[in-house]
């Protein structure tokens, strides 16, 4: 029997792309889905749009988001999920592959335990014209990477029950961190609590950019730099920190090698200068690319991954 999964998709005023998110969701190979739309709001005719669909299919439900954004909306929608289900996060502007969905499940049947599966996006225009494929990112991933990385595009991932349910068990306090992104904090908690984690080289959606894509694309010259000005400018501490408290308080769901590693990362949230460079090092922190590695040890050496309050 093919895995029931639950689709957890996040909207507000997508009307004008949800048509064709919602018809390539219908086109799925694998049949065994439902989905679960949380609306936070939407003026623009979302609702209306989805509860068409409802009702032609019998296979969607609308609920009402906590209204605080898409990574709340997110953590949200986790806890609706019924426990055995498999998840999969779905945004409100991209186009699926029809054998999106297939691909993750033919992954996952084979893992025992805790198992998320990730893939590569096509990047495309507003019109779906497509423009070029994401980067790859071919690995080592694990928790040091996962505490100064996200690695796991959130449109392309899909959780088993059992990653589901230490995902369900740690959203309040994530929620309550005010944590800035639902992927990242997924691959720190997958990686921290070492279920599998595989990072698909396939190219399973259409990623749409639009002027309001809430993160976009991050492999042009522009993105890259403003990033990097974030890593610098105090914003990348800050969300080091959220993701620290959100991480302290469900530690309980790490291996103890890993809670040890968090508890010398939350020190070196404390640290700067050559302290900082020191522990960042000690830790083994690292980035996907040797740049980004080195910027990283940069930013510690000067002071910027210290969290504000302090």
């Not at 100064?148 to 230490?166: E, K, R």
């Given at each position: 029997m093919q895995p029931q999964?639950?689709?957890?998709?996040?909207?507000?005023?997508?009307?004008?792309?949800?048509?064709?998110q919602l018809d390539s969701i219908l086109a799925q190979s694998h049949a065994n889905w439902r989905l679960i739309v949380s609306d936070d709001g939407s003026t623009d005719g979302t609702r209306d749009v989805v509860a068409d669909y409802a009702r032609k299919t019998g296979r969607i439900e609308l609920i009402d988001g906590p209204r605080r954004g898409a990574t709340a909306n997110f953590l949200h929608l986790i806890m609706q999920a019924g426990s055995q289900d498999w998840i999969a996060f779905c945004?409100?502007?991209?186009?699926?592959?029809t054998d999106k969905l297939a691909r993750g499940v033919a992954h996952l049947t084979l893992r025992n335990g805790p198992?998320?599966?990730?893939?590569?996006?096509?990047?495309?225009?507003?019109?779906?014209?497509?423009?070029?494929?994401?980067?790859h990112f071919a690995g080592p991933f694990g928790f040091r990477?996962?505490?100064?990385?996200?690695?796991?595009?959130?449109?392309?991932?899909?959780?088993?029950?059992?990653?589901?349910?230490?995902?369900?068990?740690?959203?309040?306090?994530?929620?309550?961190?005010g944590i800035v992104s639902h992927d990242w904090w997924v691959y720190q908690l997958m990686s921290g609590a070492k279920a599998d984690i595989h990072r698909d080289s396939a190219q399973v959606l259409m990623y749409r950019q639009h002027p309001r894509n809430v993160m976009g694309r991050n492999d042009t010259t522009s993105a890259q730099a403003a990033r990097a000005s974030m890593l610098f400018d105090g914003t990348f501490a800050k969300w080091l920190g959220q993701n620290?408290?959100?991480?302290?308080?469900?530690?309980?769901?790490?291996?103890?090698?890993?809670?040890?590693?968090?508890?010398?990362?939350?020190?070196?949230?404390?640290?700067?200068?050559?302290?900082?460079?020191?522990?960042?090092?000690?830790?083994?922190?690292?980035?996907?690319?040797?740049?980004?590695?080195?910027?990283?040890?940069?930013?510690?050496?000067?002071?910027?991954?210290?969290?504000?309050?302090?």
């Open positions: 999964i639950t689709i957890l998709m996040a909207t507000y005023n997508g009307a004008r792309f949800l048509p064709a945004d409100q502007d991209d186009v699926w592959k198992a998320v599966y990730a893939a590569r996006t096509t990047i495309c225009d507003e019109d779906l014209r497509e423009l070029t494929p994401a980067p990477n996962a505490l100064v990385q996200a690695c796991l595009p959130g449109n392309t991932t899909i959780a088993n029950s059992q990653a589901l349910q230490i995902l369900q068990a740690a959203a309040p306090a994530a929620d309550t961190a620290q408290i959100a991480l302290e308080a469900a530690e309980d769901l790490l291996t103890s090698e890993n809670r040890q590693l968090l508890r010398r990362f939350g020190h070196l949230l404390r640290a700067s200068g050559p302290s900082a460079l020191a522990k960042a090092i000690d830790i083994g922190l690292y980035r996907q690319s040797h740049t980004g590695t080195a910027a990283i040890m940069a930013a510690a050496l000067a002071g910027r991954l210290r969290t504000p309050s302090d």
